[in-house]
């Protein structure tokens, strides 16, 4: 999924609905903190890659899909926290987010900004500190 970078970029075009509705649920979905850590960040992964572009733009347009990495911001592990953070921040940067994406990110502000707020890393990270203030930024500003 990492290697051939061009033909998953075809088969995730071409199996879109398929492969994320089955991913959601299965891996991102899983009881399992192996099977959950390893599919977040794999989706991180994925979605950042240049050649997933537009894949990419078709997730974070999806309702269905920030439902996912918000539960896994909740969730008990820090390090599926912070995977499921980079994950979620793509929804928070799309500049083109759908109305129902930007009416849940609104609905849901305080709890976000509170969970953001205690998310932390055992070590400094400039680059982490950073974008978690930005999406914090970015979602305090969002209003009806």
């Known amino acids: 999924m990492t290697r051939h970078k061009s033909t998953v970029a075809e088969f995730l075009s071409k199996n879109y609905d398929w492969f994320f509705a089955e991913y959601n649920e299965k891996l991102l979905s899983s009881s399992n903190y192996v099977t959950a850590r390893q599919a977040v960040k794999l989706l991180g992964d994925m979605l950042v890659e240049r050649s997933n572009s537009d894949v990419m733009t078709r997730y974070v347009s999806s309702k269905d899909n920030l439902i996912v990495p918000m539960n896994l911001l909740r969730d008990k592990s820090r390090t599926i926290q912070i995977d499921a953070f980079h994950v979620f921040k793509l929804f ?48 305090a500003a969002l209003s009806l």
């Open 92 to 139: 928070v940067a799309n500049q083109n987010k759908p109305t129902e994406i930007g009416t849940i990110l609104m609905t849901n502000k305080s709890k976000i900004l509170r969970l953001l707020g205690a998310l932390t890393l055992d070590k400094d990270d400039e680059q982490f500190e950073a974008d978690k203030t930005e999406v914090m930024r970015e979602i």
